[in-house]
Each structure stands twice: as structure tokens, then as C-alpha cells.
């Protein structure tokens, strides 16, 4: 799988292991998302991508799933929350993809505030796969890219810039892979 966030992949490098897919792979076929970053420039294909994926596996998108929020554990924990009140138990998602592992420890604990237990009820998959969330209740199922070599990649490709300033653009993808933990399985309903 190719990480989105330095540029589009194509679909097809992204299916096996990308988070509807895995979704997809346990039954869901109800998927929100929790959407907040401060740069939508730059995280803003994460998104669309995503959507497309579930687009090409056949699972409907629903609008109404889509909460984007503040970049915050505060604004993922409210965009929660009002989805939850938003929708009865019966209409709700079986399963959130949450831009990244920060917003999505909020996402947990306002699930676990509604008494929707995860991932009996609701599965919840994010991106980054940073140190805590294999330590948040129960475990993040996340997207793991390597954020080092991202990094290097990045400062690579700054100081090739500033040494040749003519230099064409470079569309770069890092490799990334489903780390899966406790926070999904099978859908319900």
C-alpha cells in the first residue's frame, strides 16, 4: 500500500491493505469518517482517496457520515459526539475511518462515553500508527507509515532543491502498511 499523504497513489497499489478495504473485509458496509487537520492542502487526498476506494469496492458514501472537525482531540471527541446524537443506534456507521491516531483516541473515548462498545458495535481505524495507539482502549487498528523515512525524505528532497533550485518536481510515495490491533472487527447488524 502507498501512504497518501505526498500525493495520490493509484487505487489499484492501495486496495489490499487500505482501511475500507480492511472495512470492507469484515462486513462493514456503513463508513464515517472523522476528518480534521489544520493543512487540508496537504491531507486533503487522504480524504478523497479514501472515499474513492470505498466508491470502487461498492460501498455507498453517505454525506452525512463525513464530520470533519478541528485538528484537535477536542474537536474529534465533539464531531463524535454529535454524530452519535445525530443518528439513532440503528442508522448509524458500523466502523469510522479517523484521519490520525490523535483524533481518533478522542473518537474512542466518546464512544466509550455513549456505551458504544468498540469494535462489538462500531469499528474504528486511523492513520499514523504513533507510539500511543497501542495504548488506547481497546488498540487502534492503524495505517503505519514510516514517519522517519518520511522525514529523511522530505529534508532530501529540500536540500536537492536548494542545490538545484531548476530541479523538476518529484511526486514521492512511501510505502505504508495496515497494522491491525483490537479497535476492528466484524460488523454487526
Known amino acids: 500500500m502507498q501512504s497518501c ?3 495520490a497513489p493509484q487505487l489499484a497499489e492501495w486496495m ?5 478495504e480492511h472495512l470492507a473485509a469484515l462486513g462493514h458496509r456503513n463508513i464515517g469518517y472523522i476528518y480534521g ?4 492542502a496537504t491531507l486533503g487526498e ?19 457520515w463525513i464530520r470533519m472537525c478541528s485538528p484537535t482531540q477536542a474537536g474529534g471527541y465533539q464531531a463524535t459526539r454529535t454524530l452519535l446524537s445525530d443518528f439513532s443506534h440503528e442508522e448509524l456507521p458500523t466502523a469510522l475511518v479517523v484521519v490520525n491516531d490523535l483524533l481518533a483516541s478522542a473518537v474512542l473515548a466518546a464512544l466509550a462515553e455513549a456505551c458504544v462498545s468498540v469494535p462489538k458495535q462500531m469499528s474504528v481505524i486511523s492513520f499514523d500508527n504513533s507510539p500511543p495507539a497501542m495504548y488506547t482502549i481497546p488498540p487502534l487498528t492503524t495505517i503505519d507509515y514510516d514517519g522517519c523515512m518520511l522525514g ?33 472487527g466484524p460488523a454487526k447488524r
Open 152 to 184: 529523511m525524505e522530505a529534508a532530501r528532497l529540500t536540500i536537492e532543491r536548494l542545490t538545484t533550485p531548476d530541479r523538476l518536481p518529484v511526486h514521492l510515495e512511501l510505502p505504508a502498511r495496515l497494522v491491525v490491533r483490537q479497535s476492528t
Open 37 to 40: 487537520v489544520a493543512n487540508t
Open 5 to 7: 499523504l505526498m500525493g
Open 16 to 20: 489490499k491493505d487500505h482501511p475500507a
Open 46 to 64: 487522504r480524504l478523497t482517496t479514501c472515499l474513492e476506494i470505498q466508491r470502487s469496492l461498492g460501498i455507498p458514501v453517505v454525506e452525512n
